[in-house]
């Protein structure tokens, strides 16, 4: 058989194998009970850098309060990032609503059908756009997510240093030319799917289970091997003011207990790396001294690990103790919990038990 017909030969092999398996083992996820793209938009915004088990939960509740486009586009920004809370990384609930809002007011309500149209979309990159227009569309263009290019890595024998020559860029180019020759061009949608789930389930990024695996008969590596290097996470001590006051009651009926309230600041761009969320008042220094300390949390954004310091602040300290600038209110801890808190403020309210914790997300379906 010449080389050509051959090479066909085995790529049409390898997408059957991997169409059967994925017929067979996908997760039954929310998301993919429905082929509105919409829908698939606002799950694949959601599992950027965000585990499938946290996701689960938070796109049934935001997906009920905004089930189309044009509801979410006529929603204020402050009912995107409430809903969005636990998701982590706001600005991609920023700039949904934002193309949200662009694609209500200039397309009538119509997302674009095609990946080159959805990229000038705010937000939407490379990888998004061609998740939308295979799914949703049947657009043959493959979908090169961070499992996608494990598996494709392994699958080629190729290592970070394979691309050392032409640097990343040159890898990056590899694997999508790789990705395109494999995908099958009549099932875009479910191939791109299968191998964003082979990546999740089967060629994990530490053990995977090659016995399980469609490729394994042709993998060049059936196992783990190089990969690039994660950036170093640094760490940052930052320290926040956890003040609650009794405000009396109003009624008589509530005059003996009041309603507890707690001070929570909202600051812009210049003064916070999670603008326009709620969070405790920053306090001036981060040196607390220890009898003053309430909890430690870890919380990390990006590559840094903030390491915060809470403490108990009274109304009267807080001239001297905390950092000014932002815009402050008092709130009812029943209205706190509605209100978009950044993860530390809602983790620093919840461990000391002025919010209830979020109920456990649900174990993905298998
Ligand atoms: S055989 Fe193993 S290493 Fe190769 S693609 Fe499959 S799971 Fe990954």
New binding site residues.
Partial sequence: MPKTEADSARIAALRTRLLNWYARNRRDLPWRQSAAPYAIWVSEIMLQQTRVAVVIERYQAFMARFPTLLSLALAPEQDVLALWSGLGYYRRARMLHKAAQFVAENLGGNLPTSAGQLRTLPGIGVYTAAAIASIAHGEPVAVVDGNVER?LC??AGWSASSGKSGGAAALRRKIENLAAKLLAPSRPGDFNQAMMELGAL??TPRN???AD?P??AE?K???EHKTPRRAKMTSRAVAYALVVRMKPAASRRHSICGVRQVLLEQRSEYQSVMPGLWELPQLRSAEVPPTDLRMTLRHAIMQVNYYARIRDVAENELASLTASGGKRRWVSLTEASGMALTSLARKALTRAHLLTPPLPDPPPKL
């Fill in positions: 598996v392994r699958f089967v060629c995977p289970l090659c695996c490729f394994a993998c590596t059936r196992g």
